[in-house]
């Protein structure tokens, strides 16, 4: 060791997430690399009166951890805003928005959302009517969980020019409508969506900067150390301020989530590419929707659709609509060197995106990502090894998802859902992340997921997917680094490489499974310095 460190971890059961016979103690760190790996007394030789000494009293150490899928902006600002996740019937759901509109001026909107009917005991559909009276003078916009749906009320429907005589539904997206009367529900998906973004207010730069610095502190409590997120195109000012601020406290990777690659490419050029806390790794791209608002794009159609289903199978999403236009707006960004990670649940959109990676000659070489891979046809598996797709896979959607997806995919297609084991043994890479604020970023949750595949209600989804803790741990930390083309700088606890890590108050290595979840981080590193304790 050439200089003395700046951080040792002595005391510790180090999981360096590489393969060997023994298990280091103590780790070094000078400036932001590791500097040392080894036993306590080996790095304690090292230490001066300079040293900022970690005892980490024989817990457990890991590599740092990155999630793999996040809207980490919109997060933040999500936690300054109505939160109906806790809502568990339609008279809780309704009683939360009557006081959160109390607290409003009239004619501004209501934002928040985050609920999911499926686990209530009477599942009903949200519409319209259930909050209208409540909302005389607050135009609405609640997504569902999912954020590919969302609940809107009678005022906003005015604003957006919505009523029983139009507009026609656009494309990649419904306006739900009363099969009857043709009279909007309250319901749109997807794009259809899109009409009212264009009416929200967007949050000023100062409410952007506390959601992201909120978010982030709430992320280093798991440990997370990095992240690999969708990003809007405005919110790489966020990122880039305080990159410049030398303020953050996660790596930011982003993918930049937009309809015009060409565009949006003169854009990002002021952007820094290269810079080990905040980097631009390419663009985000849509297929389809998601299984829960039906707008998964699926070969075959849904086992609950009826006659009056306006789209069985799902559909496409709009940027996709036009699949040959969206096939040459992804090659130039291919033949440009972006990577591109695009999102697909369905199997059909899945399918049809792999047959697009097979056009590529070097597609390997690329390292395109597919987001969510929810649902998959088995012949599909083996194609994401062979063309070197990494599939990027949120564990904890499996529980959101498993107790009521059976009665909308049918038995068979379960066997395929969620299929990280199955992508594993063929040799996929497989990266694992959360999508917040789809749900909360505790990574621990997401590898208990993984691990168990344990419902709510203590059932089992699809045992033959689950897989093994170290496998959970490594598609968190070593994995999202190869997926990003960084492997050789992160991911693992190795000399030379950037120091990026967490101390953890519990063995996720022995515990019971059950309790994993539950884990916090007693100390997380970033980049060599201690940004939580």
């Known amino acids: 060791m050439p200089e003395s460190p700046t951080i040792a971890i002595i005391n510790g059961k180090v999981w360096t997430g590489e393969k060997s016979s023994q298990e280091p103690q103590a780790v070094a760190i000078t400036g932001n690399r590791i500097t040392a790996v080894g036993t306590t007394d080996e790095i304690r030789k090292f230490t001066t009166t ?8 024989n817990r457990r ?3 740092g951890i990155t999630d793999s899928h996040t809207h980490i902006l919109f997060a933040g600002l999500q936690l300054a805003r109505l939160d109906l996740a806790k809502a568990s019937s339609k008279n809780d759901f309704i009683n939360l928005v009557t006081k959160e509109a109390s607290r409003l001026s009239a004619d501004q909107w209501l934002l928040g959302g985050q609920y999911a009917i499926e686990h209530w005991p009477n599942p009903e559909q949200p519409n319209k009517s ?8 607050n135009p609405v916009f609640l997504t569902r969980s999912d954020l590919h749906m969302a609940l809107v009320n009678s005022r906003a429907l005015e604003l957006a020019g919505i009523n029983r005589d139009g507009p026609a539904d656009p494309p990649g997206g419904e306006i739900e409508r ?13 794009a259809a969506m899109e009409i009212f973004f264009k009416l929200i207010p967007p949050p000023s730069e100062q409410q952007n900067r506390t959601a992201f610095e909120a978010i982030c502190k709430r992320s280093n409590q798991w440990g997370i150390t990095g992240i690999h997120d969708m990003s809007l195109p405005e919110d790489l000012d966020v990122f880039k301020t305080f990159c410049e601020q030398d303020r953050l406290t996660l790596r930011v990777s982003s993918y930049i989530e937009t309809p015009d690659f060409e565009n949006e490419l003169s854009h990002m050029r002021s952007f820094p590419v290269d810079n080990s806390m905040f980097r631009i790794a390419g663009f985000k791209a849509f297929v389809d929707g998601s299984l829960g608002s039906r707008t998964a794009y ?12 306006r789209y069985p199978r799902g559909l496409r999403a709009k940027c996709a609509a036009n699949w040959d236009n969206f ?3 992804l090659r130039w960004a291919h033949d440009r060197k972006m990577q591109l990670a695009v999102h697909a649940i369905g199997d059909q959109a899945i399918h049809d995106l792999l047959d697009f990676f097979q056009t ?3 597609a390997k070489q690329a390292r395109h990502r597919i987001e969510h891979v929810q649902h998959l046809l088995e012949m599909d598996i083996k194609r994401f090894a062979q063309l070197g797709i990494i599939a990027s896979l949120q564990p904890v959607h499996k529980a959101d998802d498993g107790p009521w997806a059976e009665p909308i995919i049918g038995k068979d297609r ?18 694992f992340g959360s999508d917040v604020p789809v749900v909360p970023n505790n990574p621990f949750a997401g590898m208990a997921q993984a691990v168990t595949g344990k419902m709510p209600d203590g059932t089992i989804c699809v045992p033959a997917q689950n897989i093994t803790i170290e496998q959970a741990l490594s598609c968190y930390t070593l994995t999202p680094q190869i997926a990003a083309f960084r492997e050789n700088q992160l991911g693992t606890i190795t000399r030379g490489k950037l120091a990026d890590m967490a101390i953890l108050d519990r063995d996720i290595l022995t515990i019971d499974p059950d309790k994993i979840p539950d884990t916090k981080s007693v100390t997380t590193i970033v980049n060599g310095k201690v940004v939580y304790q």
Do not use: H, R
Not at 180 to 190: A, C, L
Not at 298 to 309: K, L, N, S, V
């Open 360 to 362: 590529l000659p070097d």
């Open 130 to 137: 259930w909050i209208d009276s409540v909302t005389p003078d």
């Open 327 to 329: 096939c040459t707006m």
């Open 50 to 57: 300079n040293t900022q000494v970690i005892d980490a009293q």
């Open 298 to 309: 699926m070969c075959e159609p849904f086992a609950d659709a009826t006659p009056e289903t």
């Open 414 to 431: 379960m066997e395929m859902m969620y299929a990280w084991n199955s992508l594993l043994k063929s040799g996929v890479t497989v990266c």
């Open 61 to 63: 150490v890991i590599p």
């Open 178 to 190: 009363d099969p009857k009367t043709g009279e909007p529900t309250g319901i749109v998906k997807d």
